[in-house]
């Protein structure tokens, strides 16, 4: 199982756990991620503009270089997951986005959404399974009692992320279950965290994390996994309540044997 991997700005900074963890977490299970040369930042969020054509050139090109090598496209950050499947969206099903992007591309770098792009949770679901994933535990996490916290960015829009039922997601529930743990379920756990509102006012961001954190501390939750290293900082700095929030690939990694002892 070999991929293309973009990784993306904020795991090669701040969330470097989430991205070291998922490539030794890889190599147990057979995926080969094979990152991606020269690429840039994907932009952060998703422009809806139809006449925004620059900020999502960074993505079509990584599209195109795995395209090239006969590769799917995997990703790991939510935010870059969801900026670059809905780009790749855009150049599949609309004529006069694409026509405008490809002329910006090298001719021999045309582009026309030939790539699939799937999330490091869709490989564990849908290539791996969780039947085998659990068989390579060597370090059930018994005892653990862990919500799981989608968000906005790897279930919306609906339709275009086709990740997971967006109203009664259970990837993540069943990735826990996998580890040994036990996955806990609350209200909040598809509800946003207050994203990058933090920036130009806090307040909303602060309410938004406290409710998600609460939800899910009334509930028993030990602590919590996500895959956006914007929800981490925002649920952890913005919120009240204590609970301590982990890439799912640290504990992916702690099951699997392969994460250095603390």
């Not at 422009?47 to 795995?66: C, F, H, M, V």
């Not at 946003?192 to 409710?211: F, H, P, Q, V, W």
């Not at 700095?237 to 929030?245: D, Q, R, Y």
Request: some cysteine; aromatic content about 8%.
């Amino acid at each position: 199982m070999k991929y293309s991997y973009y990784p993306g700005c904020t795991l090669k900074t701040k969330a470097k756990e989430l991205n070291d963890y998922a490539i030794r977490s890889a190599k147990v299970l057979g995926i080969e991620m094979e990152e991606i040369e020269n690429w840039q930042c994907c932009g952060g969020v998703y422009t809806a503009a139809k006449d925004e054509i620059a900020t999502k050139l960074s993505s079509i090109r990584a599209l195109a270089q795995a395209r090239d090598k006969g590769q799917d496209l995997l990703t790991l950050c939510s935010a870059c997951h969801n900026v670059i499947k809905r780009t790749n969206n855009d150049i599949q099903t609309d004529e006069d986005f694409s026509f405008k992007a490809n002329n910006y591309m090298a001719p021999d770098m045309e582009y026309h959404g030939e790539t699939k792009v799937v999330h490091y949770f869709e490989v564990l679901r849908d290539v791996v399974g969780f039947d085998t994933l659990k068989s390579k535990v060597v370090n059930p996490l018994k005892g653990r009692k862990i919500a799981p916290y989608y968000g906005c960015l790897l279930l919306r829009p609906g339709t275009v992320m086709a990740f997971d039922d967006p109203e009664n997601p259970k990837v993540m529930e069943d990735f826990i279950r996998a580890i040994g743990a036990e996955p806990v379920m609350y209200a909040q756990r598809n509800e946003c965290c207050g994203g990058y509102m933090t920036l130009n006012d806090k307040e909303i961001a602060e309410n938004r994390s406290e409710t998600v954190v609460t939800s899910a501390v009334k509930k028993g939750a030990d602590c919590m996994i996500t895959a956006c290293p914007l929800c981490r900082y925002n649920l952890e700095a913005n919120s009240v309540t204590e609970l301590p929030v982990i890439y799912f690939t640290e504990l992916l990694a702690e099951a699997l044997g392969v994460k250095e002892v603390q």
